[in-house]
């Protein structure tokens, strides 16, 4: 099916287009196997007792892997569930998939989760998708061409006021980390207008491309959280910084994505609240 798609040149918009392809297909095997992979004795646990991977989720990554194969046997992957297929070469296209953000979501029958695929060059994410398999609603960007939930355009919220702001966070599946995520967030939930933790970290950064949240930040999070919802967050105009150099004291395994406006007052708050220490 997938035999056709030009593998040359490296073309943001075309990357696009596959990883809405290869994701929907995804989704909509997420969604036929769930009643019959989510019970406790197909659930198998990562990081702690809370964090759990089912047989969907393995299933949709395999199914993501075969069709990138496929589509352009040059590239490399990087899944959340099979690792990295390898180190890639300079000009390389390595795709950041993860089968199902927000596993939880999906084991208790919460419909916000998502399939989330990112394709970056050198290290910077250029196309990504992330499909929601219950709505069906279709998160999209090409780097220099804008981002889209479905056919709409996205553009960042304007809030400037921390006190009125909207923001989400996440909790980490590790009890002592969580804890203390807890404790920052309490601090700081008098000073911001009001929080949302939703469990899906790629759909809270496309939440804020859309305006449905003002800001977003957790601690914790992984490529394949990030990959493709960064993008669409930035190409709808929010600032993202993701994990990686701390020259703000956020941490260094911090996400943040907010309006322009906010980000600068939501690092500063988190900061002097002692982000840098969960």
Same mark, same amino acid.
């Given at each position: 099916? #997938? ?5 040359? =040149? ?21 969604? !036929? ?28 990554? &395999? ?9 352009? =046997? ?20 390595? #795709?950041?998939?993860? =089968? ?7 084991? $208790?029958?919460?419909? #916000? ?27 999209? &960007? ?33 009890? !002592? ?8 967030? &309490? ?13 899906? !970290? ?16 957790? $601690?914790?999070? $992984?490529? #394949? ?10 190409? !709808? ?34 900061? &002097? ?6």
């Amino acid at each position: 099916m #997938w035999s056709d798609a030009p593998v040359d =040149p490296v073309d943001p918009v075309v990357l696009e287009q596959l990883a809405v392809a290869i994701a929907r297909e995804t989704a909509a095997l997420a969604l !036929a196997v769930r009643d019959r992979v989510v019970r406790p004795d197909r659930l198998d646990t990562k990081s702690s007792a809370t964090d759990v991977v089912t047989e969907g989720d393995t299933a949709c990554e &395999a199914l993501v892997r075969e069709r990138l194969a496929a589509a352009r =046997p040059g590239d490399l992957v990087l899944g959340e569930e099979g690792g990295a297929s390898g180190t890639p070469a300079p000009g390389q296209v390595r #795709w950041v998939v993860d =089968p199902i953000d927000g596993t939880v979501n999906y084991t $208790h029958g919460l419909p #916000w989760f998502s399939v989330s695929l990112g394709a970056e060059v050198d290290g910077v994410v250029v196309a990504g998708a992330v499909v929601e398999p219950v709505s069906g609603r279709v998160w999209r &960007a090409a780097r220099g061409h804008g981002a889209h939930r479905d056919d709409e355009p996205l553009r960042a919220p304007e809030q400037d006021d921390l006190g009125l702001a909207v923001v989400g966070t996440g909790l980490n599946y590790d009890p !002592a980390r969580r804890g203390r995520q807890a404790a920052l967030l &309490a601090r700081i939930a008098t000073r911001i207008g009001d929080v949302r933790r939703t469990g899906c !970290a790629s759909l809270d950064l496309c939440s804020v491309a859309a305006g449905w949240l003002d800001g977003f930040y957790e $601690h914790g999070l $992984h490529a #394949w959280d990030v990959a493709a919802g960064g993008l669409v967050a930035e190409e !709808a105009g929010a600032v993202v910084r993701l994990p990686g150099a701390d020259p703000e004291g956020l941490g260094e395994d911090a996400t943040l994505v907010a309006a322009p406006a906010l980000a600068g007052p939501l690092t500063k708050l988190l900061v &002097a609240e002692g982000a840098g220490e969960v």
